[in-house]
T-cell receptor, first 115, second 113 residues
């Protein structure tokens, strides 16, 4: 497929467990973004990569959240010692390059539920 | 800081009715503006965009005009269809901040036959 692919689609974890969410962006897209979408809300920015460089992580809510993109393509968002407030849909988006005019293309998201 | 305020829903219309979803923004500089749509069970899709003042974005019968004087980007469609039922998000991209998106809270539209 040519779109942004995220896995797993659904993830259930017990409080305190670590989780890893994967994003496979559109081939050739330089920019990659992670967003968190709480129920009934709009997505909120978490972090941004340009190739393998993480240029903005101002939206990460705590040091339990960590993201990487080691080879400039696939990205992983890791949440350590999960809490109930981490329950949300995590969206990944990619764009050709980081300019305001370039639209971001979103994956279907990973719905994370913390019990 | 930058923010987006959009009309709260839900909005329920009959087929062929006129649709307006209001969106206003606060931003420094000159952001690009977007409408994204999320159909049931699907991811966010770009519906239309405008990158400078007075630009009109359009797609699938939807239109929105970038109004700098009123800081607005209202979404309109002349005749909605049942298939337009979805959640609509207004968003802006930040100038000089890696162009991350700031979204409104979303407006749920239900179109009845």
């Amino acid at each position: 497929g040519a779109g942004v692919s995220q896995s797993p689609r659904y993830k259930v974890a017990k409080r305190g467990q670590d989780v890893a969410l994967r994003c496979d962006p559109i081939s050739g897209h330089v920019s990659l973004f992670w967003y968190q979408q709480a129920l009934g809300q709009g997505p909120e920015f978490l972090t941004y990569f340009q190739n393998e460089a993480q240029l903005d992580k101002s939206g990460l809510p705590s040091d339990r959240f960590f993201a990487e993109r080691p080879e400039g393509s696939v990205s992983t968002l890791k949440i350590q010692r999960t809490q109930q407030e981490d329950s949300a849909v995590y969206l990944c988006a990619s764009s050709l390059q980081g300019t305001g005019a370039q639209p971001q293309h979103f994956g279907d998201g990973t719905r994370l539920s913390i019990l | 800081g930058n923010s987006v305020t959009q009309m709260e829903g839900p909005v329920t219309l009959s087929e062929e009715a006129f649709l307006t979803i209001n969106c206003t923004y606060t931003a420094t500089g000159y952001p690009s503006l977007f409408w994204y749509v999320q159909y049931p069970g699907e991811g966010l899709q770009l519906l239309l965009k405008a990158t400078k003042a007075d630009d009109k974005g359009s797609n699938k019968g939807f239109e929105a005009t970038y109004r700098k004087e009123t800081t607005s980007f209202h979404l309109e469609k002349g005749s909605v269809q049942v298939s337009d039922s979805a959640v609509y998000f207004c968003a802006l991209s930040h100038v000089g901040s890696n162009y991350k998106l700031t979204f409104g809270k979303g407006t749920l539209l239900t179109v009845n036959p």
